[in-house]
């Protein structure tokens, strides 16, 4: 399985503007934020996609998401609303192969999405 920049950001080998860090999960902002809020929730599992999730990751992908709205509360974003997003695969705009969930909030979403 090849490493990716986010392998990196979990062995603190580059930085990261990190917001939440348990021994499963780590969450830290994007580096390029389409949104006034823009932050990625990892596993530190290496998984590199949503097809590569194992039914034994269950606990974790739960995790994943109860960390997920933790940080959406704790950054004030709950009550306007925000967005999670997983992409991927090309067309779904998958760019980094470790699973990650975006959270975007701070402005208005635009459905249906680009
Ligand atoms: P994807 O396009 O795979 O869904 O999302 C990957 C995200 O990772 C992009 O939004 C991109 O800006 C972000 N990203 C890529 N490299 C880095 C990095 O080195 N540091 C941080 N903080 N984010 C990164």
Known sequence: MAETVFD????????ADIVYEDEQTLAFK?????APTHVLVIPKKQIETIADINESDAPLIGQLFTTA????????????GYRLVIN?????????????????????MTWPPG
Do not use: W
Not at 8 to 15: A, H, L, Q, T
Not at 69 to 80: C, F, K, M, T
Not at 89 to 108: C, D, K
């Open 8 to 15: 990196k950001i979990i062995r603190k080998e580059i930085p």
């Open 30 to 34: 994007d580096i390029n934020p389409q």
């Open 69 to 80: 709205a933790q940080i959406a509360e704790n950054l004030g974003l709950a009550e306007d």
């Open 88 to 108: 991927h695969g090309e067309r779904g705009g998958q760019t980094v192969q470790h699973l990650h969930i975006h959270i975007l909030g701070g402005r208005a």
